[in-house]
């Protein structure tokens, strides 16, 4: 018998399709990877430093090409619209602005009570709800949705929730949003001409915007009080303090600077400057309102005139008047606790609340500088500026102001102003309405 020797049989393949394709002249270039059977894809775009890689999830040749050029041109439609092309979080972009603002408390270029409040209405809601979002959801055809959507959650939901949150409390925690979102457009994440704003939804009920000032003759009634009566006191460690806060409120009043810039402001920063026609004006340097975002830049700010005088009174009485000392401090240097001190005051002296039953606080007396202002004919842009904030806002809690003005002008003739000696305001050291408004 014949025996035939066993021959194994070779199944010859057909060669392997190449595991590399460019495209788009090499700027687009499909791949696989070895022991892989998926092909993915990378691109070169412009503006970009890295390969911009997405998996095409196909093993077909003919399908990764096709699925890689509709990528592509996604992505270039994208970067001519300004959305960015990679995918941030908002918990992403929550935690880079943490790190920003903690750096802002480390060189006192904001408030620690600031901080606490912004970490803490991150913390305990805004990341809970919005952190796992896209920073591409946050533009500006969605602001509404999104600000409705985080309410109706508020309302219902959140760590600790006891009952539906004031507007002031939801109102403060979308500013904590608002500072995550401007962090993210400094990031390159989201890009500015897209970037929103959320608000109060219009459903949300909120008292009038008018900001409790002072009238002219509430200020006088005040000023006089402090400079008769409420610096007089027996006790001697009271004096001092008290004489701080009678000088801080006339200069608030003068210069219309913020709360906050009390905490920057230092003997350094005033100086006087002579303008084009040889006037001379006293100018303020302040830096408050920096610590959400840094969309408030300093500024020199011109105070009226009244402002130097009150300012060399009180460093005659001051105990740290040294250039790099805060001019309103406590005897030690630190930081001035006043809430509770300008509260009594405004209690004693018969000016705690307006005319619509709203309590006033020291933020008042930048609010009458506004009103002030107006009433005494200067421009809102002028005012707007020097104030380091916008004509909408100054339009916004002012324009009863404006509408008076108007009043005035389509009813008659404008009344002459009141002199001193009509209202009763000495010469001495306090300041009279014709100081205050210029």
């Not at 998926?38 to 095409?56: C, I, T």
């Not at 709800?129 to 600000?147: I, N, P, T, V, W």
């Not at 925690?173 to 401007?182: D, G, L, P, T």
């Not at 404006?402 to 010469?427: D, F, H, M, W, Y």
Request: charged residues 30%; glycine residues 8%; contains cysteine.
């Amino acid at each position: 018998m014949n025996i035939i020797p066993f021959r194994k049989t070779v199944q010859h393949q057909p060669a392997s399709a190449p595991d590399r394709v460019e495209l788009k002249n090499g700027r687009l270039v499909i791949h696989r990877r070895r022991g892989s059977g998926y092909w993915q894809m990378r691109a070169r775009l412009p503006g970009e430093k890295d390969y911009v890689r997405v998996s095409l999830k196909t093993s077909r040749e003919e399908e990764a090409r096709e699925l890689a050029l509709r990528e592509y041109i996604k992505l270039e439609m994208k970067i001519e619209e300004g959305i960015p092309i990679r995918s941030h979080k908002f918990g992403d972009a929550a935690k880079k602005y943490r790190k920003w603002l903690e750096d802002q408390l480390n060189i006192k270029a904001t408030s620690a009570d600031m901080t606490r409040n912004l970490l803490g209405a991150l913390n305990r809601y805004v990341e809970p709800y919005f952190g796992a979002k896209d920073m591409s959801e946050f533009r500006h055809k969605a602001a509404e949705k999104l600000s409705e959507g985080y309410y109706h959650w508020r309302a219902t939901n959140g760590k600790g929730k006891a009952s539906v949150p004031a507007w002031k409390t939801v109102n403060f925690e979308y500013m904590a949003v608002n500072a995550v979102i401007e962090h993210a457009v400094k990031l390159n994440w989201i890009d500015d001409r897209n970037a929103c704003k959320l608000k109060l939804p219009k459903f949300v009920a909120t008292p009038t915007n008018r900001r409790p000032g002072f009238t002219e003759e509430e200020y006088l009634k005040l000023a006089r009080y402090m400079w008769r009566r409420w610096v007089k006191v027996k006790d001697k460690r009271q004096v001092y303090t008290r004489q701080m806060v009678r000088h801080l409120i006339l200069v608030m009043v003068n210069s219309g600077m913020r709360t906050n810039d009390i905490e920057f402001f230092r003997w350094r920063d005033m100086k006087e400057e002579v303008d084009q026609n040889g006037e001379t004006h006293f100018m303020l340097y302040l830096q408050g309102k920096q610590g959400r975002s840094g969309s408030t830049p300093p500024a020199w700010c011109a105070a009226q005139p009244r402002t130097k005088v009150f300012l060399e009174r009180w460093k005659e009485i001051c105990v740290n008047i040294g250039d790099d000392d805060l001019v309103f401090s406590t005897k030690k240097g630190g930081k001035l606790e006043y809430s509770k001190i300008v509260e009594d005051l405004f209690r004693e002296a018969g000016v705690l609340q307006d005319q619509n039953g709203k309590k006033r606080t020291l933020y008042s007396c930048r609010h009458t500088y506004a009103m002030l202002r107006l009433q005494a004919g200067a421009s809102i842009g002028d005012i707007a500026r020097n104030m380091r904030t916008s004509v909408a806002m100054i339009e916004k809690h002012y324009g009863q102001v404006q509408a008076i003005e108007r009043a005035a002008a389509v009813t008659g003739p404008k009344l002459p102003r009141r002199t001193k000696q009509q209202t009763g305001a000495s010469g001495g050291t306090t300041a009279g309405v014709d100081a205050a408004a210029g």
